[in-house]
């Protein structure tokens, strides 16, 4: 971002942040998606049962901890190629 003028570096930022927004938009769409599909049976009352709230607790918990995970093994390999002079894309 060195090479960029003041105005440059503005858009840059802003399409960082809406690029940044529409990500964590999907990320929460699909767990969502995903939670109600896997735990939500009965919709016979406005409400979660019990059992389907549970379930959607652990599904969330669960959907979190794996994504924190999964960025957790991207930042240590980026690293680990960064150290060993291999560059993404090349």
Same mark, same amino acid.
């Given at each position: 971002?060195?090479?960029?003028?003041?105005?440059?570096?503005?858009? !840059?930022?802003?399409?960082?942040?809406?690029?940044?927004?529409?990500?964590?938009?999907?990320?929460?769409?699909?767990?969502?998606?995903?939670? !109600?599909?896997?735990?939500?049976?009965? !919709?016979?009352?406005?409400?979660?049962?019990?059992?389907?709230?549970?379930?959607?607790?652990?599904?969330?918990?669960?959907?979190?901890?794996?994504?924190?995970?999964?960025?957790?093994? !991207?930042?240590?390999?980026?690293?680990?190629?960064?150290?060993?002079?291999?560059?993404?894309?090349?």
């Amino acid at each position: 971002m060195d090479g960029l003028n003041a105005s440059e570096q503005r858009e !840059f930022q802003g399409r960082m942040e809406k690029k940044q927004m529409k990500e964590f938009m999907t990320m929460y769409s699909n767990l969502v998606q995903r939670c !109600f599909d896997d735990c939500v049976n009965d !919709f016979t009352t406005k409400s979660l049962h019990a059992k389907e709230e549970g379930c959607v607790m652990k599904c969330v918990d669960k959907y979190l901890k794996g994504s924190e995970r999964l960025g957790q093994r !991207f930042q240590e390999q980026n690293a680990a190629m960064m150290q060993s002079g291999q560059l993404p894309g090349r």
